[in-house]
């Protein structure tokens, strides 16, 4: 090395070189931001210099590359924190009891008819289906509105109909349907594309506020060892694309943004990203003298994907399917017993196809065997050579259920399959009753591997927790310990390798925009790592993942968290 490093980590380092494996290394040397140099601990140790920090890892402490999650709704994500959280209410009235004591506080504090905002509420298990009325009884005068766990239904009270003009003259969106009682009024329920209707009315924090979320909640996802995001739709590259929260690039400008960020913009968004002349893949130019640690900031930020939707979710009966829902006599959902096509083959096609010709990329949201199928077949049409020259790869969102005649397609046409395995954790129980034996063929992973397609691992957090290490435990077990431990796991023969579930969370989002050293902790790649205390040859290698917590996490070489005691 021409100069000492400005880090050396010595111990246990999976390194992620090459196509499998761990590629275990026993030293590393960090300079500017990025890797210079892997292996023996004696010739490392001769590069140290004066200011050369140096990582003696304890032992039973290993090092990974950090996780960039794949799927996170970044800015919801980041103002969730500050709503009512309805996860986990087994009862309408325990969720309604939770929206009494939130609307109570804001009495106390002089706030008469401020928004509610929530998320987290599932009717599995309900007795009764919410309506605007129930939020009325125990908020009344109060404009509320409360996603569904999975996000494709919100639960608004009368005030909050009122204040967005949903009335009985309303008409269902294209691709949405509102809830209606049976003399035709609003019931509250608004499905799919009808819950953008009005949004815009509802209040969001401004820049400093959201600045402020982001940078609490980039410190939460450090302490998990996330370091990146891809953010599907919703933090768009300016504000003429965001409605004035551009925050998240304004952010990267200022020298300033934690994480790493994939910005994508919706498809309302299209026309006017491909005229500010926006790219996949671009990060803002640095200006001219720019210094290493500015440069850094501003790399962080890049244009991702055009994010599409094919279809809605299994929880809402409204993921499309080729055959009916099981349950559909008995809990047939506004779309009917197929769910509900949001888009069509031919739009789909010509949204990928006007994309591309601007340099954007595309994620097609499909959870359905249907949708999955009409968003494999927008990608075909629109040209599998085109899409491939693109600054990223393009992608399907969730793909739960996958027919086998179409699992080969991912590889053939270079489409990055995009899973969130945690939630087979917390979908497994709705898939039985919704699809039946068709659950066998949910979240294919080792099916899809074996094709040869691409797999990129996230959250879809807030729809889930943000922290990977349950998901790539249970892409590895197919078992949740919320099942019980003499459940059996949900179709063993789709389990993959704990280095191949690892390498989803890590090398595979890099891949798919198409960046080969990221992920790895190689010579020439960014200094993104993780210190967990961890022993990957134990026979419940994959089960430790489940509750790891990072010792110490770097982004750029630069520590974003360090747990309490450890002092290397």
């Not at 009494?100 to 928004?115: I, N, P, T």
């Not at 501003?298 to 929880?315: E, H, I, N, P, Q």
């Not at 249970?474 to 690892?502: F, H, N, Y």
Request: hydrophobic content about 45%; charged content about 20%.
């Amino acid at each position: 090395m021409s100069r000492a490093p400005d880090l050396v980590v010595l111990g246990r380092i999976a390194s992620l070189a090459g196509e499998s494996g761990f590629g275990w290394v026993e030293a590393m040397a960090v300079r500017d931001g990025l890797v210079v140099e892997i292996g023996a601990r004696p010739e490392m140790e001769r590069s140290v210099g004066r200011a050369t920090r140096v990582v003696d890892l304890p032992p039973g402490h290993v090092v990974l590359p950090s996780v960039t999650d794949a799927h996170v709704h970044l800015v919801d994500a980041a103002m969730a924190a500050d709503e009512i959280d309805l996860e986990g209410s087994p009862t309408l009235a325990t969720a309604l009891a939770l929206v009494a004591d939130a609307h109570a506080a804001r009495l106390a504090g002089g706030d008469h008819d401020g928004w509610l905002l929530g998320h987290g509420w599932s009717t599995d298990g309900w007795d009764a289906r919410p309506t605007a009325a129930d939020l009325e009884r125990v908020a009344p005068g109060r404009p509320i509105a409360l996603w569904a766990h999975d996000h494709h239904t919100r639960w608004m009270s009368d005030a909050a109909l009122r204040r967005l003009g949903i009335d009985a003259a309303v008409v269902d969106p294209l691709g949405g349907t509102v809830g209606r009682d049976d003399a035709g009024r609003p019931d509250g329920l608004l499905y799919e594309h009808a819950t953008r209707i009005g949004a815009d009315a509802i209040p969001r924090p401004d820049h400093e506020a959201l600045a402020g979320a982001v940078e609490r909640y980039a410190g939460r996802l450090a302490a998990l060892g996330v370091t990146g995001v891809h953010d599907p739709g919703g933090t768009s590259p300016d504000p003429s694309l965001d409605g004035g929260f551009a925050t998240v690039r304004t952010m990267a400008d200022e020298g300033c943004l934690p994480l790493r960020v994939h910005a994508g913009v919706r498809d309302e968004q299209l026309e006017a990203a491909i005229a500010a002349g926006y790219r996949s893949g671009a990060s803002p130019a640095p200006p001219d003298g720019a210094g290493i640690a500015e440069r850094q900031a501003l790399a962080r930020y890049r244009m991702g994907w055009l994010k599409l939707f094919g279809d809605g979710s299994v929880g809402s009966r409204t993921a499309a399917m080729l055959e009916p829902y099981e349950d559909a006599a008995t809990r047939n959902g506004p779309a009917g017993p197929l769910g509900h096509l949001l888009e069509s083959r031919e739009r789909l096609t010509a949204r990928v196809s006007l994309a591309a010709a601007s340099g954007i990329a595309t994620m097609i949201h499909a959870i359905g065997d249907r949708a999955v199928r009409t968003a494999l077949d927008a990608f075909e049409a629109a040209g599998a050579e085109r899409l491939a020259a693109l600054g990223l790869r393009p992608r399907i969102e969730h793909a739960q259920l996958v027919q086998p005649s179409d699992r080969a397609r991912f590889g053939t046409l270079g489409v990055v399959a995009s899973l969130q395995p945690i939630q087979l954790r917390s979908d497994e129980a709705t898939m039985q009753r919704a699809w039946g034996q068709r659950t066998a063929l949910a979240f294919p992973l080792g099916s899809l591997v074996a094709a040869g397609a691409a797999i990129v691992f996230g959250t879809d957090a807030p729809v889930e927790p943000p922290d990977p290490w349950p998901g790539i435990a249970t892409a590895v077990s197919r078992w949740a310990p919320e099942w019980g431990d003499s459940a059996a796991p949900s179709t063993p023969g789709e389990a993959i390798s704990l280095d191949r579930a690892i390498r989803a969370a890590t090398v595979g989002p890099w891949a798919a925009a198409d960046d080969a050293l990221g992920g790895r902790l190689v010579p020439g790649a960014t200094a993104d790592l993780v210190v967990l205390e961890w022993a990957p040859e134990a026979a419940d290698a994959s089960e430790q993942l489940r509750s790891a917590r990072p010792a110490l996490t770097l982004l750029d070489g630069t520590e974003r968290h360090r747990a309490p005691g450890f002092d290397r």
